[in-house]
């Protein structure tokens, strides 16, 4: 079987990424939310970097240097530095020439009519009752037989944040628009005196190193004339900045509506952070109802976030309940009770009472059947997002890196019969549109 699967492998999605801007980050999270970190905190803490204590993202410097020997690097779609990666295709039963190179031009459009005639099918014309779009891309097949296939994807147009490119037959045009990825919010003029439209000669210049645009004023006319067609037709027009009226809105998506208040049981794990009740920016209620066995019981009763940001109510190893609020990493708000959970059948509650405003601090209670036991201030939020990088809600257990000081896992070791999320306030209009803002500004950080 090993020896008739297909396998593709592409090694990126784009280029490295300069959204780290000039100074880097030990907290990813950090400045996706908008709190950027002192320099001199992060050269304080370099040896770090790589490792599980935090979630670092290389400043822009290493991004010119992974994207060599091409120009620029992710969201610059009009040079390979932003968009180049390269493939590895095996197929032992098809493809005797292992190790071989190619050359011919490809774009990832491609992989999906290759698979189809891999496979010996035709593509759908209807989905579930959908009619498909059609498919742009073309079979790399051919070049699996030999180095010397024709060459068959002949036009590709690219166009990110109104850097664009046309790619014709061996030639490409490129146009970097002129705002630099690591300073987002900057705004600059289409047709401006910024943007330069090059020529490359992409079979002789690999890595666009030569600009003929003077030497073949014509080849650039007719490409830029290829462009136009291409972007008419595929609704690439009105080129727009990210912060263009253009521009889409970006309102937190959610599958809630404004749900302020839900209940999940054990079953509800490794759940995306826009899918379970939002408790930022607002008064919150956490309440667990749990039983204990005889002997007792530890773990994570639910948890949302990692360690870079976000919260966990556990059970630590003397048997007593614990609140934790992680802000970014660098800083850590506890409640924990200094009675433990005797057996039988519990509630336990966190009430946390905000103070107002964006990203502010307030005041944690936490109780078991109805008692107050511990009581903490955190001294501020996190505003936006706990985690972009895959960190989720769980419970019973903490399917990431652990937000608290507690091995990874961590799995309850009583029973969960419910845990109920429920937001006690709403953001003001004032609070809102920053929330919109930054949430816009988050979505730049990872674009």
Not at 73 to 96: C, D, E, L, Y
Not at 145 to 169: C, K, L
Request: aromatic fraction near 12%; proline fraction near 6%.
């Amino acid at each position: 079987m090993a020896d008739n699967t297909l396998f593709i492998y592409i090694t990126g999605d784009n280029g490295a990424s300069a959204e780290g801007t000039v100074n880097g980050a030990w907290s990813a999270p950090s400045f996706q939310n908008g709190y950027p970190e002192d320099p001199e905190w992060l050269l304080e803490h370099m040896d770090d970097f790589g490792s599980a204590k935090c979630e670092n993202h290389f400043n822009l410097a290493w991004a010119w240097a992974l994207d060599s020997p091409f120009q620029w690097m992710k969201q610059i779609a009009s040079h390979f530095g932003g968009t180049r990666n390269g493939v590895a295709v095996q197929w032992p039963k098809r493809i005797v020439d292992r190790g071989g190179l190619r050359s011919q031009f490809h774009h990832v459009t491609d992989i999906f009519p290759t698979l189809l005639e891999a496979a010996g099918i035709s593509a759908p014309a209807r989905v579930n009752g959908i009619e498909q779009m059609d498919i742009d891309g073309v079979s790399m097949l051919p070049t699996f037989a030999s180095a010397a296939a024709p060459e068959t994807h002949v036009t590709q147009y690219f166009e990110m944040f109104g850097n664009r490119a046309i790619y014709h037959d061996g030639w490409i045009a490129s146009c970097f628009h002129g705002r630099l990825p690591w300073k987002r919010f900057d705004t600059v003029p289409f047709d401006g005196p910024q943007e330069k439209w090059e020529l490359y000669d992409v079979r002789n210049d690999f890595s666009q190193g030569h600009d003929l645009a003077q030497q073949h004023p014509e080849r650039l006319a007719d490409l830029l004339t290829l462009f136009d067609a291409e972007a008419r037709r595929n609704n690439v027009y009105p080129l727009k900045e990210p912060g263009s009226t253009f521009g889409p809105k970006y309102a937190t998506p959610t599958s809630l509506g404004n749900l302020a208040k839900m209940t999940y049981t054990i079953e509800h794990q490794r759940m995306p952070e826009r899918s379970v009740v939002n408790l930022k920016n607002c008064s919150f209620r956490i309440t667990a109802d749990v039983t204990v066995h005889p002997a007792g019981c530890e773990g994570v009763i639910a948890c949302q976030g990692g360690n870079m940001a976000g919260w966990s109510l556990y059970v630590d190893a003397r048997g007593c309940p614990v609140f934790h609020y992680n802000w970014f990493g660098h800083e850590h708000f506890v409640a924990s009770s200094p009675v433990s959970l005797s057996g039988g059948r519990h509630t336990v509650v966190v009430d946390f009472a905000y103070d107002g405003g964006f990203g502010a601090g307030g005041d944690v209670v936490l109780t078991i059947d109805g008692a107050a036991v511990a009581h903490t201030r955190i001294e501020k939020t996190v505003p936006v997002i706990f985690s972009i990088s895959g960190e989720t809600f769980d419970v019973g257990l903490d399917t990431g890196a652990a937000v608290g000081p507690y091995p990874h896992i961590y799995r309850f070791t009583g029973a969960i019969h419910a845990v109920t999320l429920e937001r006690l306030s709403e953001p003001s209009a004032e609070v809102k549109a920053l929330l919109e803002d930054a949430e816009f500004r988050a979505s730049l950080a990872v674009q």
